[in-house]
């Protein structure tokens, strides 16, 4: 079993910058494949990147040059960098785990979630 636990969300201005934090519990963490999604009000989750347990990583196109995915095994925690923040970037933010299977952006292959975080990017 694996908890998640994000942080670091809130309210900034277009163009800002915000890091997301996620800490795991357990001591596999390394083993997992980490992603990040996001959900806004009505509108369906969304798959924002993912960190390989070998750090490969890979992107969405929308935040693609903007975001940044790394993780620190030796703490438990994958991070999100969000630069140039857009106000469509506005959500709720969700880190999730998986050791079935490498890079992933299917949401429903992830088997651990987080709580989420909200990030609100006012214009």
């Known amino acids: 079993q694996v908890q998640l636990v994000e942080s670091g969300g809130g309210l900034v201005q277009a163009g800002g910058s915000l890091r997301l934090s996620c800490t795991a519990s357990g001591r596999t963490f390394s083993t997992y494949t980490m992603g990040w999604f996001r959900q806004a009000p009505g509108k369906e989750r969304e798959f924002v990147g993912v960190i390989s347990t070998t750090g490969f990583t890979y992107y969405a196109d929308s935040v693609k040059g903007r975001f940044t995915i790394s993780r620190d095994n030796a703490k438990n925690t994958v991070y999100v960098q969000m630069n140039s923040l857009k106000p469509e970037d506005t959500a709720g933010y969700y880190c999730?785990?998986?050791?079935?299977?490498?890079?992933?952006?299917?949401?429903?292959?992830?088997?651990?979630w987080g709580q989420g975080t909200q990030v609100t990017v006012s214009s």
């Open positions: 999730a785990a998986q050791n079935r299977m490498g890079i992933t952006t299917n949401a429903k292959n992830y088997n651990y």
